[in-house]
T-cell receptor, first 113, second 114 residues
Framework: NAGVTQTPKFQVLKTGQSMTLQCAQD?????MYWYRQDPGMGLRLIYY???????DKGEVPNGYNVSRLNKREFSLRLESAAPSQTSVYFC????????????FGSGTQLSVL | QQQVKQSPQSLIVQKGGISIINCAYE??????FPWYQQFPGKGPALLIA?????SEKKEGRFTISFNKSAKQFSLHIMDSQPGDSATYFC?????????????FGRGTQLTVWP
């Protein structure tokens, strides 16, 4: 009963490096989300995908790109990492839209030096 | 864009006391207001949610109270326990051009002393 699986759990990057955060869900959910969590700022939506083949910007999309590879997988890419992107990243999924229960992964702690 | 304002930022309560966290929203396309609970090192998990055809929903020691006219809702934790120590987030769905998004408050760090 895996739910939402994120990899990696921890990552350290140098400024300017690129990387992709992977997310997969096994609940046959239609919607998937990427959030970042910073102290005192709560959870802020980066991108979301309402269904396979669609993606939309959230509150803080600058510096990120996403791919909804198939119904199960939703990846987040940092093309040129910046120290301001140091954060904890959470992937989530829901059966329908934002008015249904979100299931979160365990997070990726990213540090950009 | 949806704004969700949550208070207080931190809360310290003695065991057995009542914890109250408040949220206010601006607008939403859906009447759906969830609260998420997060323990250190874990992802948030849905605690309780209300679809306000009623003004209150209770699940065990947790109660959501909803005031549609004031655009406010709150979480009450009765008989607070040390195991309730966590960060709590309220949330509200966006509307209009932000349909499909779920906006979170900034969180309340609850500490329950034994």
């Amino acid at each position: 009963n895996a739910g939402v699986t994120q990899t990696p759990k921890f990552q350290v990057l140098k400024t300017g490096q690129s990387m992709t955060l992977q997310c997969a869900q096994d609940m046959n959910h239609n919607s998937m989300y990427w959030y970042r969590q910073d102290p005192g700022m709560g959870l802020r939506l980066i991108y979301y995908s309402a269904s396979e083949g669609t993606t939309d910007k959230g509150e803080v999309p600058n510096g990120y790109n996403v791919s909804r590879l198939n119904k199960r997988e939703f990846s987040l890419r940092l093309e040129s990492a910046a120290p301001s992107q140091t954060s904890v990243y959470f992937c989530a999924s829901s059966r329908g839209g934002s008015n249904e229960k979100l299931f979160f992964g365990s997070g990726t702690q990213l540090s950009v030096l | 864009q949806q704004q969700v304002k949550q208070s207080p930022q931190s809360l310290i309560v003695q065991k057995g006391g009542i914890s109250i966290i408040n949220c206010a929203y601006e607008n939403t396309a859906f009447d759906y207001f969830p609260w998420y609970q997060q323990f250190p090192g874990k992802g948030p998990a849905l605690l309780i949610a209300i679809r306000p055809d009623v003004s209150e929903k209770k699940e065990g020691r947790f109660t959501i109270s909803f005031n549609k006219s004031a655009k406010q809702f709150s979480l009450h934790i009765m008989d607070s326990q040390p195991g309730d120590s966590a960060t709590y987030f309220c949330a509200a769905p966006g509307g209009g051009s932000t349909l499909g998004r779920l906006y979170f408050g900034r969180g309340t760090q609850l500490t329950v002393w034994p």
